[in-house]
């Protein structure tokens, strides 16, 4: 009865249709009805886009909502927002890679400059612990007792 159940579950999951979300744009332009106006790889753009299409005034409300398509064929806009959102992040991939040797030459530094620091206060807390073991090792005055 398990092994039909699983059986059931995983010809469920590999036969269904490949679902992904988009953001579509709906405009409300004659305050009677929202129209489904353009859809977007992602939020930011779409949200973008209905900030604009407020502030030219081209509509009198714009939102944005999750439109989801059943069969997911990216569009030229879609493919070319994911391949620029690519490149950017290999840019700075790139940028932190040649980053990284001057971001360790400061962790070592600040190590070093750490330690230099915590011997420095060490040293103190010794010369004061001399001091005070000094100060009572030191021979004292004759006391009124005798």
């Known amino acids: 009865m398990k092994a039909t159940i699983l059986t059931l579950i995983l010809m469920t999951v590999a036969l269904s249709t490949p ?3 988009e953001w579509g744009l709906y405009l409300n332009a004659d305050n009677t009805r929202w129209n489904l106006t353009k859809t977007f790889a992602f939020e930011k753009d779409c949200d973008s886009a209905a900030r604009s299409a407020v502030r030219s005034k081209q509509a009198l409300g714009a939102g944005c909502s999750e439109y989801v398509a059943l069969t997911y064929r990216p ?11 690519a490149a950017e992040r290999a840019r700075a991939n790139a940028a932190v890679q040649a980053d990284k040797p001057r971001q360790e ?8 400059d750490n330690i230099r620091v915590q011997e420095e206060a060490n040293a103190a807390e010794r010369a004061k612990a001399r001091a005070i073991n000094n100060n009572a090792n030191a021979p004292r005055g004759l006391s009124s007792r005798w």
Request: no cysteine.
């Open 19 to 21: 679902a992904s979300a």
């Open 75 to 85: 569009t030229a806009q879609a493919r070319e927002q994911a391949a620029a959102v």
């Open 105 to 112: 030459q400061r962790a070592e530094s600040m190590h070093r």
